[in-house]
């Protein structure tokens, strides 16, 4: 291989990439869930598979939106600036620096393409959320796993050493997807001040609102060398509605700008902005998923089946086989539970759902592990 192949082939995935000729693999939460079974679902199954919100969008949102269907014959662009100005004013960033787009995968994805390539490694939990792999495989970077601490954090010291000066993006999931454990914010800090020059650190705060960790919105404030990701899809129950927003210096933003339109549909705009105005609407739900997690750990802990603590809507449930045999089980009685990861295949991941929902859940894993 001559000393310029990987960059021509870089150069050539991403002019390929952005001439939308060979698309770059974008892979969602929806599309992870789907590829970890195969076969229909039945309609009337519980679907605890992608981490999403059973009540769906609040209410505030679901007037919002009607009233943008009606107008929806025209592209609304003063409504995207709209939204990065909601955003801005409640996050107390500039609006210069948050860029809105349809779901946070879409950021997600452009900051592995502008960042990551040969000799510019992307760097990520094990277990953690996998699509930021994916893409940085597609641009042909190396990709670091770090395991875990023992807390369940992502292991700053080991991700840093990991990629020496090779590193192009550090991709903290705060709290992380699958484990739904929180980094010390301490640890983000040193990740933050020690990484090499030209890297970023490439923050997911997609499940941030279901627990009272600190957002780490101030390093973007601060003019850090970081990218905080949020998602409408989870405690906003917008996750088919597709709205995202990406906060980040605007010299960082400008660096993603040209992998893609971006654009929005009105729905998920005008659904967006009703969210984040909409008063009292996160505490009452991070209140609901919490009930009903604690409810699940505490039946947990009474059947003496082994899980991870969680912070979020999800949960890390130990299995004494391997997850996928409990998983393709579990469908059988129609209840859809998520994927195994390859590190820890005695493990499927549960999102929270209604307490019906996980009632039905209770009574088929119960039937599932002791047969
Ligand atoms: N980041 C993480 C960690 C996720 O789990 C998800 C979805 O499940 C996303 C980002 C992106 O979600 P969306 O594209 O629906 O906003």
Not at 128 to 154: C, D, K, N, S
Not at 201 to 230: K, Q, S
Not at 238 to 259: E, K, Q, S
Request: proline share 7%.
């Amino acid at each position: 291989m001559g000393p310029h192949e990987p960059l021509s082939r870089r150069a050539f995935a991403r002019a390929a990439a952005l001439a939308g000729a060979l698309p770059v693999p974008v892979l969602t939460e929806r599309a992870l869930a789907q590829m970890s079974h195969a076969g229909e679902t039945p309609p009337d199954a519980v679907m605890l598979n992608a981490n999403e919100n059973p009540l769906g969008p609040c209410a505030e949102a679901l007037e919002a939106m009607s009233r943008a269907l009606r107008a929806g014959g025209r592209y609304q662009f003063g409504e995207t600036l709209r939204l990065a100005q909601t955003a801005a004013r409640l996050g107390d960033v500039p609006a210069s620096h948050v860029q809105s787009f349809a779901g946070s995968s879409d950021p997600l994805h452009r900051v592995v393409l502008a960042f990551c390539g040969p000799g510019r490694a992307f760097v990520t939990a094990d277990p953690g959320y996998e699509a930021g792999e994916r893409a940085a495989a597609f641009v042909q970077a190396p990709v670091h796993r770090i395991p875990l601490t023992q807390e369940y954090a992502h292991d700053a010291e080991a991700m840093l050493r990991a990629a020496g000066r090779e590193a192009g993006v550090f991709y903290i999931c705060n709290p992380n997807n699958p484990t739904g454990t929180l980094t010390p914010r301490e640890a983000i800090e040193h990740l933050v001040r020690s990484k090499p020059a030209g890297s970023v650190v490439l923050i997911d705060e997609a499940y941030i609102h279901f627990c009272e960790a600190p957002t780490c919105m101030d390093m973007v404030r601060d003019g850090r060398d970081v990218f905080v990701l949020r998602t409408f899809s989870k405690i906003y129950g917008m996750a088919g509605l597709r709205a995202g927003l990406a906060f980040a210096r605007p010299d960082l933003l400008d660096r993603i700008r040209p992998y893609g339109t971006g654009f929005l549909p009105v729905t998920g705009m005008a659904g967006a902005i009703a969210s984040l105005e909409a008063k009292g609407v996160v505490a009452e739900r991070r209140g609901y998923v919490r009930r009903i997690r604690e409810d699940l750990m505490a039946w947990l802990r009474q059947k003496r089946i082994g899980f991870v603590p969680s912070v979020s809507n999800k949960i890390m449930i130990q299995t004494a086989r391997p997850g996928r045999e409990i998983t393709a089980a579990m469908r059988e009685r129609k209840v859809i539970i998520g994927r195994s990861w390859p590190s820890w295949p005695n493990h499927v991941r549960v999102t929270i759902g209604t307490p019906e929902e996980m009632e039905k859940f209770k009574a088929a894993f119960l039937d599932v592990i002791s047969s």
